[in-house]
T-cell receptor, first 119, second 112 residues
């Protein structure tokens, strides 16, 4: 079975500081996408960043970047210059199957990390 | 481009009733997935439809069912509602099911 572990139920960061959220997963696949989603109090799930497993370069999206360690099956999210609006639940989500035709693609979510940002 | 639309946003039902939730995906997306979110269990995958076919199903009882229409719109149905079915139900659409998914705002179901 494919599983996802987010070991930090809650984290706190000071505004303008940097925080890293961790995620490990288990998969037997060799090629896949990984995603981080954010769910603010409005409950709207928002895609933060995605990483393609075959790419060696870590994905970056403005203040958000990932540290992807394929061999270790680790996929952490770094938020730089944290802002009050970053306060939310963050979910790590690897898909079940690789992006090949005919394979189903369903996201399995970790339990989430609740991030608080202190002014 | 319009986002994923879920209707209704809020729903209150009585135990034993049935309910149907609707999801309109982003135009061109063929994959629609449904998730149940509760404080205790977190986000749990219900099922995914692709081109009107159910491709995968999570570990939920048969009371939970769904379907997808030719225009990719999807519905999920819960029969014989139980108190434990109270949850936020999220729908997500994606191009193929393996690319990033975009979520609707959810339907908050309360069973009394």
């Amino acid at each position: 079975a494919q599983t996802v572990t987010q070991s930090q139920p809650e984290m706190s960061v000071q505004e303008a500081e940097t925080v890293t959220l961790s995620c490990t997963y288990d998969t037997s696949e060799s090629d896949y996408y990984l995603f981080w989603y954010k769910q603010p109090p409005s409950r709207q799930m928002i895609l933060v960043i995605r990483q393609e497993a075959y790419k060696q370069q870590n994905a970056t999206e403005n203040r958000f970047s990932v540290n992807f360690q394929k061999a270790a099956k680790s996929f952490s999210l770094k938020i730089s210059d944290s802002q009050l609006g970053d306060a939310a639940m963050y979910f790590c989500a690897p898909p079940l199957r690789p992006p090949y035709g005919g394979s189903q693609g369903n996201l399995i979510f970790g339990k989430g990390t609740k991030l608080s940002v202190k002014p | 481009k319009a986002g994923v639309t879920q209707t209704p946003r809020y729903l209150i039902k009585t135990r034993g009733q049935q309910v149907t939730l609707s999801c309109s995906p982003i135009s061109g997306h063929r994959s629609v997935s449904w998730y149940q979110q509760t404080p205790g269990q977190g986000l749990q995958f219900l099922f995914e439809y692709f081109s009107e076919t159910q491709r995968n199903k999570g570990n939920f009882p048969g009371r939970f069912s769904g379907r997808q229409f030719s225009n990719s719109r999807s519905e999920m149905n819960v029969s014989t509602l139980e108190l434990g079915d109270s949850a936020l139900y999220l729908c997500a659409s994606s191009w193929t099911g393996m690319t990033e998914a975009f979520f609707g705002q959810g339907t908050r179901l309360t069973v009394v």
